[in-house]
């Protein structure tokens, strides 16, 4: 594996490439505040195995990457996508294949509708579409109202947790509350090895320099503007699937099925007992239906 330090707008962003520089590039984009190591260095394997070339990044204001005050600098979800098209560049990437999860599934979308040629095929994994009124489900949420809409609330007692400040007082502490918080989002549809993610986590401890996390997720402080980007889903031409995790306390069924059907051509599969994780059970199967999906739409 090979590190990079990326420029996006005047942030520092941390890379990683793995594999061969010669196959055909995919992008992760993890989910909200989560740096590279969200994706699990075996997953990134089996991927590499499959005969792709990997990019992972951490996302501004997390990992190595750029930590800065959001009332000074603050950004939105146009900035964050341009960071994954900066990464691209970085690499000397023109093109690549993109799995984004959680809010990396938005950002993805971002950039099918903004730089189509840049994408050469979409994997959507447990994430909502452009038009959702995620925040306004939230709020719901956070009310026990039920949505009206059609796409349901996250589940209650996710946002009840997700809002609850850390009582975190050292490592040990921090690392057992994070590793509780993977096995509630996991739910109880695949084995869950708590040394598994100790492990992950531990490493992403090691990466950051720190087992501190911000108080409140950065970019939680973001306008919710997706909702206003609804009619873009039409403009997307990227061979896409979405694959719903059915246990997914943020955005359960049938988001998936409802974003696959406002994406032209979008396929749609769903991964048995997953919830909002990415326990060693769902590698293989995620990673399977990446690779298929890869080989669709064409290798380059």
């Known amino acids: ?20 520089p010669a196959d055909p590039v995919l992008l992760l984009v993890a989910g909200d505040a989560t740096s590279a190591f969200g994706w699990p260095d075996e997953f ?6 499959g005969g792709l070339r990997v990019l992972r990044y951490d996302h501004r204001d997390t990992g190595r990457s750029a930590h800065r005050d959001f009332a000074a600098h603050p950004y939105g979800f146009d900035d964050l996508a341009a960071d994954a098209v900066a990464v691209l560049d970085g690499w000397g990437a023109e093109s690549a294949h993109l799995l984004g999860m959680g809010l990396g599934g938005g950002l993805g979308q971002l950039i099918a509708v903004a730089e189509p040629d840049r994408l050469r095929s979409l994997t959507l994994l447990a994430t909502h579409g ?16 039920p949505s009206g809409t059609g796409f349901p609330t996250p589940r209650p ?5 997700a809002e609850e400040p850390s009582r975190a ?3 040990e502490t921090a690392l057992a509350e994070r590793v509780e918080w993977h096995r509630l989002c996991s739910g109880d549809g695949l084995p869950f090895d708590a040394a598994e993610f100790r492990r992950w986590e531990s490493r992403d401890d090691e990466h950051t320099g720190t087992w501190r996390r911000p108080a409140v997720h950065p970019h939680g402080f973001m306008p919710h ?8 889903l039409a403009k997307i031409s990227t061979p ?46 995620l990673v399977d239906r990446v690779l298929d999906q890869v080989r669709l739409a064409g290798l380059h």
């Open 169 to 171: 007082v050292d490592a």
């Open 130 to 145: 452009l038009g959702v009124d995620f925040a306004g489900n939230w709020a719901l949420a956070r009310a026990g109202e």
């Open 1 to 20: 594996m090979t590190e990079r330090v990326i420029r996006s707008g005047g942030v520092r962003l941390w890379s990683e490439s793995a594999g061969d």
């Open 240 to 285: 896409t699937l979405v694959v719903q995790a059915p246990l997914d306390p943020i955005n359960p069924p049938p988001h998936g099925k409802l974003l696959a059907e406002a994406i032209s051509g979008a396929r749609y599969a769903e991964i048995d007992g997953m919830g909002y994780a990415l326990p060693n059970a769902a590698h293989r199967p």
């Open 44 to 49: 990134v394997s089996l991927l590499v195995d």
């Open 225 to 232: 503007v997706l909702a206003e980007r609804g009619d873009d």
């Open 157 to 161: 007692w996710f946002v009840r947790g």
